[in-house]
């Protein structure tokens, strides 16, 4: 059993639902830089990985104008409408 946690309140922890996972990848993965130092590194990895174990998979990369504010909608609508499976790198 897996238990998610809401960081911005843990008195009253939220329980949520994980969504079930695919065994394989396919699809489009959109991989969204929130412009922290490093992070581009980290995606960058991550995508020669994708490109070596799941070839099938397309990515495309997103970048966040600033890591201080949330993603701008017309980014979000437009990864929400273009992949399938979205990541962002937190790295710093």
């Known amino acids: ?3 998610i946690l809401d960081p911005t309140d843990e008195r009253t922890p ?3 639902q994980i969504t079930p996972r695919s065994s394989t990848l396919s699809g489009v993965i ?6 922290k130092p490093r992070g581009n ?6 995508e020669k990985l994708l490109a070596e174990k799941a070839p099938d ?7 966040k104008p600033t890591f201080a504010k949330p993603c701008p909608d017309d ?11 979205v990541l962002e790198a937190l790295a710093d």
């Open 30 to 35: 959109g991989l969204l830089d929130i412009s």
């Open 75 to 85: 980014l979000r609508h437009e990864m929400r409408d273009a992949c399938d499976l």
């Open 41 to 46: 590194v980290m995606l960058d990895e991550l």
């Open 14 to 16: 939220v329980e949520r």
């Open 57 to 63: 998979v397309t990515v495309r990369r997103y970048k």
């Open 1 to 3: 059993m897996t238990t």
